[in-house]
C-alpha cells in the first residue's frame, strides 16, 4: 500500500505561480515513480511530470516543460518523501484537478508515462486554478 496526501495548489493569475506538493508514505513506495496528473475541466486526465525514485530522474509533459519543475525532499528510495511541484509561469490551460499518483516499476519512461495505465495508488487530487 502506498498513501499519498496532496496539499497547496489555490489560484493565481496568468504569468503566476503555484506549488503543491504530495506526501507520500509506505513499506513498497521505493518501488514506485511517482508522478503528477492533471484533469482539466472537459478533458481528459493527462501526466504532467513524473520522478523516479531510484536515482530522481525526472520527465516532463511538452506542454510544462521549462515552465514545471519537480522535486523530491529525499534523496534514494525511502518508504517517506514528499515530492512537489512548482508550477511557475501558469496559463489557464493549467487549471485542473492535479492528482499525485504511484507508478509501478518505478519508471517515468514512455509510454508508461505520461499514460496512467501502470498507476496503482492516486491522492485524492488538489484544485489549481489559473484566472485573470
Known amino acids: 500500500q502506498v498513501y499519498l496526501v496532496e496539499s497547496g495548489g489555490g489560484s493565481a493569475q496568468p504569468g503566476g505561480s503555484l506549488r503543491v506538493s504530495c506526501a507520500a508514505s509506505?513499506?513498497?513506495?521505493?518501488?514506485?515513480?511517482l508522478g503528477w496528473f492533471r484533469r482539466a475541466p472537459g478533458r481528459e486526465r493527462e501526466g504532467v511530470s513524473c520522478?523516479?525514485?531510484?536515482?530522481?530522474?525526472?520527465?516532463?509533459?511538452?506542454t510544462v516543460k521549462d515552465r514545471f519543475a519537480i522535486s523530491t525532499d529525499s534523496a534514494g528510495a525511502t518508504k517517506t518523501k514528499t515530492i512537489y511541484l512548482q508550477m511557475d509561469n501558469l496559463i489557464a490551460e493549467d487549471t485542473g484537478v492535479y492528482y499525485c499518483?504511484?507508478?509501478?516499476?518505478?519508471?517515468?519512461?514512455?509510454?508508461?508515462?505520461?499514460?496512467?495505465?501502470?498507476?496503482?495508488?492516486w491522492g485524492q487530487g488538489i484544485q489549481v486554478t489559473v484566472s485573470s
Open positions: 499518483a504511484a507508478i509501478r516499476f518505478d519508471t517515468c519512461d514512455a509510454p508508461v508515462f505520461p499514460s496512467d495505465y501502470l498507476v496503482s495508488y
Open positions: 509506505g513499506e513498497v513506495l521505493p518501488l514506485y515513480a
Open positions: 520522478i523516479r525514485s531510484a536515482d530522481n530522474a525526472t520527465v516532463y509533459t511538452e
